[in-house]
């Protein structure tokens, strides 16, 4: 049993519980969602769950509480995937507390700053409105538990809240935007034979001339005004391209290949022209062409979530160059991403969240919980 009167002591051991409970987005995630039913259950939240096999047929589960009757409310959304935990390098799953930090797998990212919004939740009282918890699976790998839960959620539909807090660490500076994403998919197909026939027709070689166009195209990315945004840093869209032969040897030419091309999307870039080159040019070679992302969050600095995030915080509204779930409840929900932790320790090797950090959330999180739901 935890002593929730106690917030300092409560969201330093939740943060161990979560931490010390396996939950990387490769695996099914269904044991850490029990153990989240039940310590919210016994919080008195109604405690929805919602399920899906993912491309490798793992169960995977995202969790919608609820705790006060009425419309509208507080709302706060995390993740409770991680990446994997690397049990070779260090002890992940095993949570230490040294010199004012807790080590392990997703202390910062983000089950410590998840741990910090049920701790206020759980210790909020009298509420005129109701205050909502979201926990998703699949944010690391693609957002799939947020794209159930926004299209499948019946404790959601309807009734979402009037503002909400995406979770994600910021050192509890409150951020109002962050980068999209914009995924080219261009498919080649070739001839497989035996190099030694010289017969083949090998589907890589086909995509050199585009990505040698390409490669030239993104040169002005780092240069050209229309391609950034002042407002970000690094104010450039981080470009990228990956390959997919699907493991042709190399004495065999490939029959297909795959590329991707990869960029950040941000507000006041020219992100259609991007991908419209991109996608003629694709096209204009004979090749298969597939299109995906997501939008960038940007919240105005004049949105009351916003300036009650400043308001609760004393700092001026960021912005953030890594994603997260608003981009998919932004269509649902005002949100503003306020959490404990420094996005630099997530994903690292002897990853680590300062206990101060989480401390200092909780009551940021109760005041939040008062002003929307009073």
């Known amino acids: 049993m935890h002593n929730w009167s106690d917030a300092d002591a409560a969201v330093v051991a939740l943060t161990r519980e979560l931490v010390a409970i396996p939950s990387e987005s490769g695996s099914s995630n269904t044991v850490i969602c029990e153990h989240l039913q039940a310590l919210l259950r016994q919080g008195g939240f109604e405690v929805e769950w919602l399920q899906y096999l993912d491309a490798a047929r793992q169960p995977k589960v995202s969790i919608v509480a609820r705790k006060g009757s009425g419309h509208g409310g507080a709302g706060f959304f995390s993740h409770i995937d991680t990446v994997p935990g690397q049990p070779a390098e260090w002890e992940p799953w095993n949570p230490v507390v040294k010199d004012g930090k807790i080590y392990g797998r997703a202390s910062c990212d983000m089950k410590g700053p998840l741990a910090a919004t049920i701790v206020a939740a759980l210790r909020a009282k009298t509420l005129a409105k109701p205050v909502v918890i979201v926990i998703t699976a699949d944010e690391e790998v693609g957002f799939g538990g947020a794209t159930q839960v926004a299209a499948e959620s019946q404790l959601l539909k309807g009734n979402w809240p009037d503002m909400g807090v995406i979770a994600e660490p910021t050192r509890l500076i409150p951020v109002r935007a962050h980068k999209g994403a914009c995924q080219i998919t261009v498919t080649a197909r070739g001839v497989a034979a035996h190099t030694s026939m010289d ?160 401390q200092r959330a909780v009551p940021i999180y109760e005041r939040f919980i008062s002003a929307v739901c009073a």
């Open 199 to 358: 017969t083949g027709i090998s589907a890589t070689m086909l995509l050199a001339p585009l990505l040698a166009e390409i490669t030239e195209y993104s040169r002005q990315f780092k240069k050209d005004r229309r391609f950034m945004d002042a407002d970000f840093h690094p104010p450039t869209n981080g470009f990228n391209i990956t390959i997919n032969d699907g493991g042709c040897p190399a004495n065999v030419t490939a029959a297909k290949t795959v590329v991707q091309f990869n960029f950040r999307t941000m507000p006041a870039v020219a992100t259609a022209l991007v991908k419209d080159h991109i996608c003629a040019r694709a096209q204009a070679h004979g090749f298969e062409v597939e299109t995906g992302g997501w939008d960038a969050v940007d919240t105005p600095r004049s949105a009351p979530v916003i300036r009650l995030g400043e308001q609760l915080t004393g700092l001026d509204a960021a912005t953030v160059p890594y994603g997260t779930d608003a981009l998919v409840f932004q269509a649902h929900v005002p949100l503003l991403i306020l959490g404990p932790g420094d996005i630099a320790q997530a994903h690292t090797i002897g990853e680590w969240v300062e206990i101060e950090q989480l």
